[in-house]
């Protein structure tokens, strides 16, 4: 089996069919707008229609942050009770998604600053990504094409934990499928050309790791 | 080798899977729980911390500037005496002539009534009197004291000779 198999395999198998939760982040629906202004009002049940309709695109913009999902699920939940506390403060200048989103944001990267406060070391991944990654690999028929992809994929996974934060959060979060540039922009507060930039420096950078250790092939 | 297109796309899945939700934890349920434990805010932290800095502002300002409550023991003509040491007009029983009366002028001008302390008529009456009996200020009897200063004396510099000696020019030591 040749490299480009291996290869297709791999981008095969943890390609993620379209996510049907994408929501679309541009125009918030009068569904979503209702919702916020009966939780506002104090309904609970409302609210929790938002968390349903927003933990997931929560849990990954945490996730992307912090590599560890004991910690993005911690995150999450905390970012869903201040957005509660804070519901009534918010006007509705952005959309209800982008805020709830920044809040996320910011819990996050206080998370990952008070961890390695703590710790003195830099966030590892989450051993359980090269797991999952394996494990989508593996269900090829070769054996060898198998352990192949799944070193291949775990290889690609230690490069992208090992760049730095800024261009690791935009490439992550780029990645996940669940924001436009534009949005990863004002989440970060970077112009649409520095985050373009990020993307394609931290593919360079991802790349020219893979080639140095072991290469592609 | 890989090409670059398949590399770059290995890496965007890579990337897509490391933040991957393949089992939803139960997130509502969790935050839900929470809600009531922790007390909703109305409004945000920012304004009562504002409307309090207003606030502070306003008081820091105002109170000093407000004049120093009147204590108006008595201010009828049997004790017009106790006026002249007002300790709002700063005038001393032993102030000059002149100075007292200004001082005068200025407390009998600070104590007028106002709409929630009304002047009686015996007030009025022995205010007038003492606006009457107060000497006009002459302007030009000022008459100012010359300025004397001494005049400075200022020593000549001197300055004394340096006296340089030559340097002896030892060969020997060069060589």
Known sequence: MSIHQVTATVADLLTIAPDQNRAP?????????????AA???????????????????????LAALSC???????AQEAFVVAWQRLGGFRGEASFRTWLLTITWRKALDRR????????????????????????VSVGPDPEAQALARD??????????????????????????EHSYESIGNLLGIPLGTVKWRVAEARRLVSASLQSNGGTS | MMTDRRTSELIDDVAREMTAIHTMPPVRARVLARLDTVRRTPVPYFTWATAGAALLIVCVMVIPMRPPSATRVSMGPAAPTARAADTTTGAVSGAPATTLAAANQVSVLKSAPSGANEETPAEAEWRARRIASLPAIDAGAIQPGTLDLPLLSMAPVTTAPIVMTPLSSDDDDLE
Do not use: C, M, N, Y
């Open chain 1, 25 to 37: 982040e541009a125009r918030e629906s009068a569904e979503v707008r209702a919702l916020v202004d």
């Open chain 1, 40 to 62: 506002r009002a104090g309904s609970r049940d409302a609210f929790g229609d938002l968390v349903l309709l927003h933990e997931r695109v929560v849990l990954r913009t945490a």
């Open chain 1, 69 to 75: 999902r004991a910690d993005a699920e911690d995150v």
């Open chain 1, 113 to 136: 600053r008070s961890r390695r406060r703590w710790w003195q070391a830099p966030s590892k991944p989450d051993e359980t990504f090269g797991d999952e990654i394996s494990r989508a």
């Open chain 1, 152 to 177: 291949l994929a775990r290889r690609t996974a230690t490069a992208i934990a090992a760049l730095s934060p800024k261009l690791r959060d935009t490439l992550l979060l780029a990645a996940s499928g």
